[in-house]
């Protein structure tokens, strides 16, 4: 046997050979919605007096009926990112129209999407990243949405509203996020 | 670098141990793979909260949730494929050429170090001049033959955002020369190329790549970039002799991108390259030469050297205005240079280009895309030998064009209408019209059936209306290519039209006309969320395909010489068709594993009804042998545990028969390895199967064996 049939019959075997194995689960939405919600942190900058001080924890609420199960509050857990910490909650919207009630992320779950003008309104002005899971979202004034594509979840970003928030967007953001205006 | 005798041996046993380490080391770690339990997999939860935006985004989901919302489907009416910067990256190319490898249905064949063919849907060749080539909207396809100097298309390879290509006639937005497709080259937007990047490798035939990039913003809307590269190619070797093939290629480019955006829909972009290099053809045939015995002073300029220098540049500017949600205004500027000092001529020549396009939607579903522009090519060159010549040396041409294309979604969702036409005013043949009309049919998210007709043009060349060239044969009682016999020593010009006129030499026949396709296209793809598929098909009729003919009633003998001269004409003398199909299966098995195969076909029945096909160098062919008939690719890329990354490439091309290629396997594989975030190592190796093959041949000289090549490579951001 020569050496190129050889390395033919090597490559039919690595190509063909590892293909009955390959039925692993993908990871599910949820899982992946969390992660960017997690990567969101690092990729925003809050103006400093969105935090009362230097090591405040960073908030990170979930409004509705989420499907994390608990995915991200174990994803969170013991994690800090720029020398603070990050905690889950679930406030009720009631709460967050309330002054001092801090939330720096607010992730609307697709429960509440027959109230996504009431809840934009409520944070409106105040510096949080709003995040939707609902056609439409970023373009009603959320900053960013998840939508589905082709069986990957990708982001929606609407700037001004970014802005409006007093948010810093990082360019790396930007550059997979598919930019959306309010109409 | 080189390779010489004992040397090649060793260099064998080199190779034989890394592929078989390497080999080893695949699967060892495929099988490894295979028997870790999941968790060992990186299949937990956390994994996924490592993993970087990019990474996030590409990311395949199992679906659960009822927020799917209508997936946008493709459903253009063509026969269109994407490459992206990241499939490049992993595919291991070291440059443009090489990379369109990847394309279903596009042929690209290498002929040396720095030279390449590409093509689609036939008409093979170094010259191939059917193809209409962009980078970020500036036409590089040059003006002298239509075709595309491919050594000089350059940049850094991982700027490249994507790579468009349009099987099949674009004309009729894209305009004349799109007759068998589009190639459109887009840089990523300032915005995404932040930061330091820079990449070194190295190997046994490219001696040294070397680029950089830095980019940063200023406020809030103004990016930019700027980048350099190097490169440096060892000599190829010639097939059958093993000698030196001579062609040893250098090259700089260096360049930068700014992109501001001021709000309210505006945007603008301001780019430019600079390039500079040599490369060498020691394999200029000789035989074109003539003996000053024979012919007298006039035709001696000899040729010591192959070695030709290369330099180039081009400033784009671009500005692009939102009107309201669903128009858009762009208007466009370039200024491209291209300097070319080879052993035969020097060529300089200078494009001004200005483009306006706008799209608007009208009532009832219609949408409305519509521009025009005006190019000018001034081309002046300078003959170093009588071989070759352009007479006269320089030439001023003008392109005026316009188009409009319409949109009209017939059925919402389902069935959309596209009719356009482009029209061009152009310094050779005047007016041309380019139709087309195009369905799409989308039964669902992700099946699209699509149908096309169109007609297309090419039309003619510098070279075609001004180029003389000698064919020589220096021996009386030499065969011509008509059958005859050369009643004594004899030199043959070919003479395009304007040339033959200035020379005095009486031609006969029509006046140049372009070239006409008619085609008629149609495909199917779907698209679900594993596996995509994409199968396109196609018949070309082809009318007045160039050509030419010696005209030996015209031949005659210049006072106080020893040699004839002949007019050769060129004609519009070919037609026939061309018809076959490009079938693409893309399978992501699992979030690691993308494979992707395509087969194409095509069939070229092509009848030359006036005149002869003589290639530049004399010999008559069969321009329906200038490509292979089938072409076979499989792909896998592999992500592996530990960072660990494996892509191989496997293909077959059919024989060539004009150029007396063999038919041919190649594979190519890429282990990629990235220790520490934003370094990144790789190792490529190109054509493991064989110490080297013949690809292609030019036109004019035999094309070198396209070596057993492979290199290291590091890349840093920071």
């Known amino acids: ?38 990567n969101f942190v690092k990729f925003i900058d809050w103006p400093d007096w969105a935090f009362p001080d230097a090591t405040a924890p960073l908030s990170i609420c979930v409004l509705g009926e989420d499907r994390f199960e608990g995915v991200l509050e174990r994803a969170v857990a013991g994690k800090s990112v720029k020398g603070r910490g990050i905690l889950v909650r679930k406030p009720a919207l009631e709460r967050l129209k309330l002054a001092g009630t801090t939330c720096h992320i607010l992730f609307v779950c697709l429960s509440e999407k027959e109230r996504t003008a009431e809840i934009l309104a409520a944070v409106e002005g105040s510096p949080v990243l709003t995040v939707g899971e609902v056609e439409g979202f970023a373009e009603s004034g959320g900053v960013v949405n998840f939508v589905i594509e082709r069986g990957k979840v990708r982001l929606e970003l609407n700037i001004q509203a970014a802005e409006r928030a007093r948010l810093k967007v990082s360019g790396k953001l930007r550059q997979v996020a598919r930019e959306v205006a309010s109409p | 670098m080189t390779i010489h005798g004992d040397c090649i041996e060793s260099r064998h046993r080199d190779i034989r141990r890394i592929s078989r380490v390497l080999l080893a080391s695949v699967l060892t770690l495929l099988v490894g793979y295979q028997l870790a339990p999941p968790a060992a997999r990186g299949e937990t939860e956390g994994d996924i909260f490592e993993m970087s935006l990019d990474e996030l985004g590409r990311l395949d989901i199992e679906v659960t949730s009822v927020s799917k919302k209508a997936q946008e489907m493709s459903s253009a009416a063509a026969a269109i494929a994407v490459i992206t910067g990241e499939e490049i990256r992993r ?152 000698a030196d093939a001579g062609d040893e290629w250098r090259q700089g480019h260096g360049g930068f991108r700014m992109d501001w955006a001021p709000g309210e829909g505006r945007s603008f972009t301001f780019q430019g390259d600079y390039y500079n290099g040599s490369t060498s053809r020691s394999s200029i045939r000789t035989d074109i030469m003539l003996d000053d015995s024979v012919v007298g002073t006039d035709f001696v300029k000899t040729v010591t050297s192959g070695k030709s220098d290369q330099a180039g540049g081009n400033l784009l500017g671009r500005y692009s205005h939102d009107i309201g949600e669903a128009s858009n205004a762009t208007i466009q500027t370039y200024w491209d240079r291209t300097i070319r000092r080879g052993p035969m001529n020097d060529e300089v020549r200078d494009t001004l280009d200005l483009e306006f396009q706008n799209n608007f939607p009208l009532p009832g579903d219609v949408e409305v895309i519509w521009g025009f522009g005006y190019r000018v090519l001034w081309g002046e060159t300078e003959n170093n030998t009588f071989n070759m010549s352009l007479i006269p040396p320089s030439r001023t041409d003008h392109l005026a064009t ?101 020379a005095g030499v009486t031609v006969g026949g029509e006046d140049r006309k372009s070239e006409v396709l008619y085609a008629v296209e149609g495909g199917y793809r779907f698209k679900g969320e594993e596996l995509a598929l994409d199968v396109a098909g196609y018949w070309n009729r082809y009318n007045r395909v160039r050509n030419a003919a010696m005209d030996f009633s015209a031949m005659s003998m210049p006072a106080g010489k020893s040699y004839f001269l002949v007019p050769i004409l060129i004609l519009n003398g070919i037609q026939g068709w061309t018809a076959g199909f490009d079938a693409l299966v893309s399978w992501r098995a699992h979030e690691r594993v993308h494979l992707s195969t395509y087969y194409s076909f095509i069939h070229t029945d092509l009848e030359v009804y006036a005149g002869n096909v003589i290639e530049l160098s004399g010999r008559v062919v069969d321009p329906g042998d200038a490509g292979p008939k ?63 093959h013949k690809e292609l041949s030019s036109e004019v000289e035999s094309g070198a064996d396209i070596p057993r090549t492979y290199f290291f490579r590091a890349t840093i951001e920071f």
């Open chain 2, 402 to 502: 316009g188009f409009i294309q319409a949109d009209w979604l017939l059925i919402p969702d389902r069935v959309v209408l596209t009719a356009g036409s482009k029209f061009e005013y152009n310094s050779y043949t005047g007016f041309e019209w380019q139709p087309s009309v195009r369905a799409a049919y989308t039964p669902g998210e992700t099946h699209t059936f699509w149908a096309a007709g169109s007609r297309a043009v090419h039309t003619p060349t510098w070279i075609d209306e001004d180029l003389a060239f000698l064919i020589s044969s220096t021996a009386a009682g030499d065969p011509l290519p008509n059958g005859a016999t050369l009643p004594s020593p004899l030199a043959v010009r070919l003479f395009g039209r304007d040339a033959a006129r200035l």
């Open chain 2, 630 to 692: 089938h072409q076979w690719h499989v792909r896998a890329a592999l992500d592996l545990p530990a960072n660990v990354e494996y892509d191989t490439l496997v293909w077959y091309i059919d024989e060539v028969a004009n150029s007396a290629a063999d038919a041919f396997w190649r594979w190519d594989m890429r282990l990629g390895y990235s220790p520490v975030d934003r370094l990144q190592l790789d190792f490529v190796v190109q054509n493991l199967l064989e110490k080297g």
């Open chain 2, 91 to 242: 595919s291991g190319a070291t440059s443009i050429p090489e990379a369109l490898r990847l394309v279903p249905g596009v042929q690209v064949s290498r002929m040396d170090a720095s030279r390449w063919a590409v093509t689609a849907r036939g008409f093979d060749g170094e010259f191939a001049d059917k193809l209409l080539v962009l980078i970020d909207g500036r036409s590089v396809y040059s003006p002298l033959f239509g075709g595309v100097y491919w050594d000089v298309q350059d940049t850094l390879l991982e700027d490249i955002d994507r790579i468009e290509v349009i099987r099949g006639p674009g004309a009729t937005v894209w305009g004349a020369n799109a007759v068998n497709g589009v190639i459109n080259i887009i840089t990523k937007h300032a915005d995404q190329t932040h930061g330091r990047y820079v990449t070194v490798s190295g190997g046994n035939e490219m001696e040294f790549t070397g680029g950089f990039r830095w980019g940063d913003q200023v406020g809030e809307n103004f990016h930019y970039r700027a980048y350099g590269k190097y490169k440096q190619w060892d000599e190829f070797t010639m097939p059958l002799t093993g």
């Open chain 1, 1 to 38: 046997m020569s050496l190129g049939s050889m390395l033919r019959v090597a490559t039919v075997v690595t190509l063909i050979g590892v293909l009955p194995h390959l039925s692993w689960a993908a990871p599910k939405e949820h899982e992946v919605k969390a992660a960017y919600l997690y």
